[in-house]
Nanobody, 132 residues
Framework: QKQPVESGGGLVQPGGSLMLSCEAS????????VGWFRQVPGGERVGISY????????YYADSVKGRFTISRDNAKHTVSLQMNQVNPADTAVYFC?????????????????????????WGQGTQVTVSS
């Protein structure tokens, strides 16, 4: 079954760091765009970062820009989300999703990237809790 798998969640103190990984299970993740999303109880799933498979372009939500970094390791078929300077507002379940992007398009924002990529494979999510 084509499904990415998240790992790396846990409890972290405010100001600390955490790295989440999204690993392909049964398919080559390196040919797919990958997005990271997060969801709090009772809230909507919100996209926070995206990395293109075509040219490696990266996009971030304003809420995480400058603190989180998305990256690929194609040799390991993984996409990571390095989370630095976390705060309690980052507490959520984090999901990664993969999808094929339209190679004819060039995005100018995270919103465009998320809107024009069809994410058809989603992980089960990993909990991140920021608390002292």
């Amino acid at each position: 079954q084509k499904q990415p798998v998240e790992s790396g969640g846990g409890l972290v103190q405010p100001g600390g760091s955490l790295m989440l990984s999204c690993e392909a299970s049964g398919f080559p993740l390196d040919i797919y765009a990958v997005g990271w999303f997060r969801q709090v109880p009772g809230g909507e799933r919100v996209g926070i970062s995206y990395i293109s498979a075509t040219d490696g372009s990266r996009y971030y939500a304003d809420s995480v820009k400058g603190r989180f970094t998305i990256s690929r390791d194609n040799a390991k078929h993984t996409v990571s989300l390095q989370m630095n300077q976390v705060n309690p507002a980052d507490t959520a379940v984090y999901f990664c999703a993969s999808g094929l992007e339209d190679v004819r398009l060039r995005f100018h924002s995270l919103e465009e990237a998320l809107s024009y990529t069809h994410f058809d494979s989603w992980g089960q999510g990993t909990q991140v809790t920021v608390s002292s």
